[in-house]
């Protein structure tokens, strides 16, 4: 018999590849980088997943152009505002909510038998991000970065580490 916490697990690109297919009805492509590509300051959306007892178990993170990229096709925003977005710098409060609801389902991607997570906080720079992600981000290991193409919006880059 385990004491220690529900075991999670990082997705795969076929998990994340799926999840989105399904929810913005795109045939979304999705590749694993062999390394980190996503660096802290070009982080401009951030999810918190939490147990059933409110500890942080993972994070998600979308750079600008993914975090603009899946706010529009969410909720079927012409192309041009995510490319205006994009180019402004800053994922907008009316992508930034529906980037949030993305986040939101894609809770599922680190559920297992044993560990049921929930989205946390969330948040859409220049949003200060809460200590304790802070600190997952400077220990985990158990880190993947993926390439996301959103046909007809564009390509960013989403990271997803477990604690």
């Given at each position: 018999m385990s004491t220690g916490a529900p075991v999670a697990v990082l997705p795969t690109d076929a998990d994340v590849r799926g999840l989105l297919a399904g929810l913005l009805d795109k045939a979304?492509?999705?590749?694993?980088?062999?390394?980190?590509?996503?660096?802290?300051?070009?982080?401009?959306?951030?999810?918190?997943?939490?147990?059933?007892?409110?500890?942080?178990?993972?994070?998600?993170?979308?750079?600008?152009?993914?975090?603009?990229?899946?706010?529009?096709?969410l909720a079927l925003v012409p192309v041009p505002r995510c490319e205006e977005a994009i180019a402004s710098g800053d994922v907008p409060p009316d992508l930034g909510e529906n980037t949030r609801e993305v986040l939101n389902v894609a809770a599922s991607l680190f559920n297992t038998g044993e560990a049921h997570l929930k989205l946390g906080q969330t948040w859409v720079a220049p949003e200060p991000v809460g200590d304790d992600v802070v600190a997952l981000l400077r220990t985990s290991l158990h880190r993947v970065d993926l390439t996301v193409t959103v046909p007809g919006y564009g390509e960013g880059v989403l990271a997803l580490l477990l604690s």
């Open positions: 979304v492509v999705v590749t694993t980088a062999p390394g980190p590509l996503l660096r802290g300051r070009d982080v401009r959306v951030v999810g918190s997943y939490v147990a059933d007892d409110g500890a942080l178990r993972a994070v998600a993170l979308c750079d600008l152009s993914l975090g603009a990229c899946l706010g529009a096709a």
